[in-house]
């Protein structure tokens, strides 16, 4: 199993940033494709970005493209997510994932394990 911790969401003025992180424990966090969600209140869970196993290829929904970046260290154990340019429509829970396919990553049952979340609040 691997064990995911977010952190660095808040609140921030829209044009703002913020830079998301996911740290793992567990087994070994370079094996693991990971990804950021996220959950807006009365809203499904949207996909954002996913990264392969060394970070040599990323993925980007549509809505974030240009705007958020993610990237990950695997001597940290930790994965990133930096937000540029956020909306009001960026509010939500931030959260992210570890799965093993690279085929379709923006898919969350091809994920196995979960992070609790953490909150990013747009203010406009």
């Known amino acids: 199993q691997v064990q995911l911790v977010e952190s660095g969401g808040g609140v921030v003025q829209a044009g703002g940033s913020l830079t998301l992180s996911c740290a793992a424990s567990g087994r070994t966090f370079s094996r693991y494709i990971m990804a950021w969600f996220r959950q807006a209140p009365g809203k499904q869970r949207e996909f954002l970005a996913a990264i392969r196993w060394s970070g040599d290829m990323t993925y980007y929904a549509g809505s974030v493209k240009g705007r958020f970046t993610i990237s990950r260290d695997n001597a940290k154990n930790t994965l990133y997510l930096q937000t540029n340019s956020l909306k009001p429509e960026d509010t939500a829970v931030y959260s992210c994932?570890?799965?093993?396919?690279?085929?379709?990553?923006?898919?969350?049952?091809?994920?196995?394990?979960w992070g609790r979340g953490t909150q990013v609040t747009v203010s406009s």
């Open positions: 994932a570890a799965g093993s396919r690279w085929d379709a990553p923006f898919l969350a049952v091809h994920y196995d394990y």
